[in-house]
């Protein structure tokens, strides 16, 4: 059973670092390409960043670029999303999202079959 579980989401003020985790297990991790996607309140979930399965494709929504770094350790089987100058548009639950091969549309929620639960984060000013 395929399994993904977030942490690290918190309350951080304006300006501020934060570092979230995505943790796998029931899957050969090194396989699959790995997501980070969120969802504001009242709002559809939008894509944030993706990371081939090696690690040597990376891919940002327009709004992270340049602030957020999506990183991962196949040998743990974890997924990263370091987010710096966080603003209150980041405020968000974020999700952990995973796919076996090459995704093409590596920015649709449709192209992950595996999601977690999400860890909130809340940016305040």
């Known amino acids: 059973q395929v399994q993904l579980v977030e942490s690290g989401g918190r309350l951080v003020q304006v300006g501020g670092s934060l570092t979230l985790s995505c943790a796998a297990s029931g899957l050969t991790f090194s396989s699959y390409m790995m997501g980070w996607f969120r969802q504001a309140l009242g709002k559809e979930r939008e894509f944030v960043a993706s990371?081939?399965?090696?690690?040597?494709?990376?891919y940002y929504a327009d709004s992270v670029k340049g602030r957020f770094t999506i990183s991962r350790d196949n040998a743990k089987n974890t997924v990263y999303l370091q987010m710096n100058s966080l603003n209150s548009e980041d405020t968000a639950v974020y999700y952990c999202a995973a796919e076996r091969g090459p995704v093409r549309q590596y920015s649709s929620t449709n192209s992950y079959r595996y999601w977690g639960q999400g860890t909130q984060v809340a940016v305040s000013a």
């Open positions: 990371i081939s399965w090696s690690g040597g494709s990376t």
